[in-house]
């Protein structure tokens, strides 16, 4: 069975510009995750779907940072305008019904 | 808010020793889980374990869901180089709109010796 899809892998780009990640959870899981890892900060939940809806983004940084889930099969977290400090790891997980999330390969972000 | 002590932040391993780590709060927490965390790679779950008390393997991995809710230890026996990586602990809330959120320690780096 597909684990999570995100894409891309990496992604390099210049301060200001638009950056959008993409993740593609586990089909039938109902909960959808976007976590960030840094080493300064570790892994932080960054906002949570439950069937679509989004259910706490009080982890999102600023309001650079947008996340959307238009179907049960895709959801996408949005950088504009992208900083330096919004270098890391991006990773999307999903779950059925509570804790047991499966993660992504995740998508590491360079900003410039 | 709440914060999951892990520790020790680092150790290593030579094959064949057993592994102990462990991670505690000041919180309690409805479910314990423990993931695997390789080099360019995502986090693998290894063990989830949702009752108080409870001990949990899978193969050589052995999880305690603490008495007080409040800690949770992994035991790795007999370990193989493969067991090299970062073990991220992560406790579950269940309260309000928290279904599903898990908070996340900082990792338990397991090297080889050299």
């Known amino acids: 069975d597909a684990g999570v899809i995100q894409s891309p892998r990496h992604e390099v780009t210049e301060m200001g510009q638009e950056v959008t990640l993409r993740c593609k959870p586990i089909s039938g899981h109902d909960y959808l995750f976007w976590y960030r890892q840094t080493m300064m900060r570790g892994l932080e939940l960054l906002i949570y779907?439950?069937?679509?809806?989004?259910?706490?983004d009080s982890g999102m940084p600023e309001d650079r940072f947008s996340a959307k889930m238009p179907n049960a099969s895709f959801s996408t977290l949005k950088i504009q305008p992208s900083e330096p400090r919004d270098s890391a790891v991006y990773f999307c997980?999903?779950?059925?019904?509570?804790?047991?999330?499966?993660f992504g390969p995740g998508t590491r972000l360079t900003v410039t | 808010g709440q914060q999951l002590n892990q520790s020790p932040q680092s150790m290593f391993i030579q094959e064949g020793e057993d592994v102990s780590m462990n991670c505690t709060s000041s919180s309690i927490f409805n479910t314990w889980l423990w993931y695997k965390q390789d080099p360019g790679e995502g986090p693998v779950l290894l063990i989830a374990l949702y009752k108080a008390g409870e001990l949990t393997s899978n193969g050589r991995l052995t999880a305690q869901f603490g008495i007080t809710r409040k800690d949770s230890f992994l035991n790795i026996s007999a370990s193989i180089p493969s067991d090299v990586g970062i073990y991220f602990c992560a406790g579950g809330l269940n309260y309000g709109g928290s279904q599903g959120n898990l908070i996340f320690g900082k990792g338990t780096k397991l090297s080889v010796k050299p």
């Open positions: 779907f439950n069937n679509n809806v989004p259910i706490d």
């Open positions: 997980a999903s779950s059925l019904a509570g804790y047991e999330q499966y």
